[in-house]
């Protein structure tokens, strides 16, 4: 029985690159006039844009500067780097999700926050590259951190801002980079993902307690009876009201994610440093344990024990 699937040995028969053969080979490129043509372009993309500037990617790989020798520290800057460059993105995708749902645009508000999951997802299995470091290893180079940590990363902070969780004293982090503190103070006074979603709700008619659409909303959302009515009545008939009905799964879908990251973040420092504390200054995995009791969508949460009374 022959290894190669019957659609690859059609393709080999008739298709040069296929039979592994190089584009020369081929017959592809044979003439002087091609070899020309190739280094004009080559000229072209000098003069023009090209892939690495478009990218600026100089800049960006250029910006790996382990302050050790140790092999594995590379692997360590490229991971919090690589989080970094996605969290951005997801910070750019909350915030238009929130500017459709002022708008009352629900489907590409949906849009939005599909692609924000699908990014928490890509973080989440980034864990266990990260989990290829092992405590000696990390041991290696830890002493020269000092006390950075990923506590002081400022797009995650905002990140958990848009998501509802305001705790205002985590500004007093930033105190040594005052743009960082400026922008999370801004981004504490606007309406979080959450907030958008109720005023949604009420300007359709749904009965959303003033208390809740009044509320400081520089302070994190709490458990309101009255919002845990309303999504009672959405989960009661999904039907009529198919597209509040799916924003609020895709809310818990979102609030799901993220929470995985934050487990799969604590698992994986619990196996590489044990119960030390962290080099930003706090317990450690303690510290990370208690962020996994804190919830964005609190009613989504509660109307489930009411589902089918
Ligand atoms: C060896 C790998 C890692 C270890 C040992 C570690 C350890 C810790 C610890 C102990 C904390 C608590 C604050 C502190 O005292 O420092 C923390 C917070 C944090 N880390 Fe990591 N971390 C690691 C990798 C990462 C990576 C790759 C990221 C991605 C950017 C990250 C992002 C964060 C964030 C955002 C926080 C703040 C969490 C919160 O406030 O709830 N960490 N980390």
Redesign the pocket.
Same mark, same amino acid.
């Not at 504390?277 to 706090?282: H, I, R």
């Given at each position: 029985m022959s290894p190669v699937a019957p659609d690859q040995q059609d393709r080999s028969a008739t298709d040069p690159l296929a039979a592994n053969l190089r584009p020369v080979e081929a017959g592809l490129i044979d003439t002087a006039a091609d070899v020309e043509e190739a280094a004009d372009s080559g000229r072209a993309l000098i003069r023009d844009l090209d892939y690495a500037g478009y990218l600026h990617l100089q800049r960006l790989l250029s910006a790996q500067e382990p302050l050790t020798d140790h092999h594995d520290e590379l692997l360590?800057i490229v991971?919090?780097q690589a989080?970094?460059l996605w969290l951005k993105l997801v910070v750019h995708e909350m915030r238009s999700a929130q500017e459709h749902l002022r708008a009352d645009e629900i489907g590409p508000a949906l849009k939005r926050l599909a692609r924000v999951k699908h990014v928490l997802r890509q973080l989440i299995d980034q864990w266990a590259v990260?989990a290829t470091?092992t405590p000696s290893e990390?041991a290696e180079f830890r002493g020269k951190l000092g006390r950075s940590? !990923?506590?002081q990363?400022v797009q995650?902070r905002e990140l958990e801002f848009l998501l509802g969780n305001k705790n205002k004293a985590m500004i007093a982090v930033f105190d040594h980079d005052q743009a960082a503190a400026d922008r999370l103070r801004a981004t504490l006074a606007e309406p979080s993902l959450y907030d958008d979603f109720l005023d949604l709700l009420a300007r359709r008619g749904y009965d959303v307690p003033d208390r809740v659409l009044q509320r400081d909303r520089t302070a994190p959302h709490t458990l309101d009876d009255g919002v845990t009515a309303v999504f009672g009545r959405i989960y009661g008939a999904p039907e009529s009201q198919w597209d509040v009905y799916e924003t609020c799964e895709e809310l818990v879908d979102l609030e799901d994610s993220f929470q995985t990251w934050?487990f799969r973040?604590l698992k994986?420092?619990e196996r590489?440093?044990g119960f030390k504390?962290?080099?930003? !200054?706090?317990s !450690?995995v303690p510290?990370?344990r208690r962020?996994l009791d804190l919830t964005f969508f609190p009613e989504l949460y509660a109307v489930r024990a009411d589902i089918g009374n």
């Open positions: 360590f991971i919090h989080t970094e990260l470091l990390y940590s !990923g506590f990363s995650y934050r973040h994986t420092v590489i440093i504390p962290g080099t930003g !200054g706090s !450690g510290f990370l962020a």
